[in-house]
């Protein structure tokens, strides 16, 4: 027995709530979609006594290209065994194109479903962001360019969202 010192991940940022009924909306670049795994495994393989999932995990995974998507076939199992409980949209920036013809970036994806994703908040989702800290500029420009549409403070919706535990976000 030699003692080994080990340290890890201290943060509590990317939580699951509590609540089994929860909508998940999980935004990933890369291999930021590796903690979302943890979360679809629990939510849809694990037999986890009296915490059986029954609200909706929705992931937009950002990408370059067709075969850089990590867990395509774990997620599209899912999506076939659970398509009321799971959702998956790509952002393919190197194959597919936004509304404006550009390359399309996660936010655009997410842009897609603005209303729905805004809706979803209000109800009490949780929005989760993991990934290359250099997709939050963009991600949040368009967040904020909707809300403003809206009629709403982004700011202090924002706020609220992480006063109320539904804004998670572990980039770098």
Known sequence: GTEVV??????KILLMPEATNSVLICVATGTGIAPFR??????????????????????????ANSDAKLYD???????ATFPDQFRLDYALSREQQNKRGGKMYIQDKVEEYADEVFGLLNDGAHMY?????????????????????KGL????????????????VEVY
């Open 73 to 79: 076939d774990e997620m599209a199992q899912i999506a």
């Open 38 to 63: 943890s979360f679809w495994r629990r939510c849809f393989f694990e037999d986890v006594p009296n915490r059986k999932f029954n609200g909706l995990l929705w992931v937009f995974m950002g990408v």
């Open 153 to 168: 403070n982004f700011e202090e919706f924002v706020e609220k969202l992480k006063h109320n535990n539904q804004w998670h």
């Open 129 to 149: 962001f993991c990934g290359l800290k250099g997709m939050m500029p963009g991600i949040l420009e368009m967040l904020e360019r909707v809300a403003t549409e």
């Open 6 to 11: 080990m340290t890890g991940p201290t943060g």
